[in-house]
C-alpha cells in the first residue's frame, strides 16, 4: 500500500522532524509526494524554508519516492474543484494507486474517492495504538506542531482526553 502527502502535510512532518510517527501508524507502507507537491516544496527552499532539505533527504534516501499522475482526464475533472494543482495531482496519484492520501484540506477530503486523513486523525490513530502514550509527549507534539507549522488543532482537548483512557 502507498500513503501519499500532499504539500500542507509534508511540510508539517518536515517541520517537527516525525516521519518515524507515519512510518509508525503506516507500517510496510511506501510513501509518496507528487511531482507538483515536490515543485512547491523546492519553491519553498527558493524562498528560504530550511525544513525542505528534511524532506530532500527523506526522497534521497528512498523513505520517500515521487510518483507522477496518469489520469489527465481526472486531473482535468478536479481542476473545477478550486483546489490548487499540488492537491489535483495528489488526489489523482493517491486514487490510481489506490492510496491513502494525507491532507488538512477539507476540499481535498470532499473531492477525492480514497480515505483522508489529517493531522488530527493521524494523531488519534497514534494515540489509539500507543504510538503516543502520554499527556506529555502528545502535548509536546501539540505545541511542536503549533509553533514551528503554526497549525493549532481544533480537537485537542479530545486527544488529550483519549491518551487517559
Known sequence: MIVVFDTDIISCIAKTENIELIENIFP???????????????????IGYDFVGYIQNLI???????ISAK???????????????????SIAVAEENNAILLSNDKKVKRESKVEVFDIEALIL?????????????LLSLIND????????????????SRINR
Do not use: W
Request: hydrophobic share 35%; net charge negative.
Open 28 to 46: 510496510g507502507f511506501r510513501f509518496s509526494i507528487s511531482p507538483r507537491v515536490y515543485d512547491e516544496i523546492r519553491e519553498a527552499k527558493d
Open 145 to 160: 506542531i503549533g509553533s514551528k507549522d503554526n497549525i493549532s488543532l481544533r480537537n485537542k482537548q479530545f486527544l488529550i
Open 60 to 66: 534521497d534516501t528512498k523513505r520517500i519516492e515521487i
Open 71 to 89: 489520469n489527465a482526464e481526472r486531473m482535468k475533472e478536479l481542476e473545477d474543484s478550486g483546489l490548487d494543482f499540488g492537491d489535483i495531482e
Open 125 to 137: 490513530i497514534a494515540i489509539d495504538n500507543h504510538l503516543i502514550q502520554d499527556k506529555e509527549e
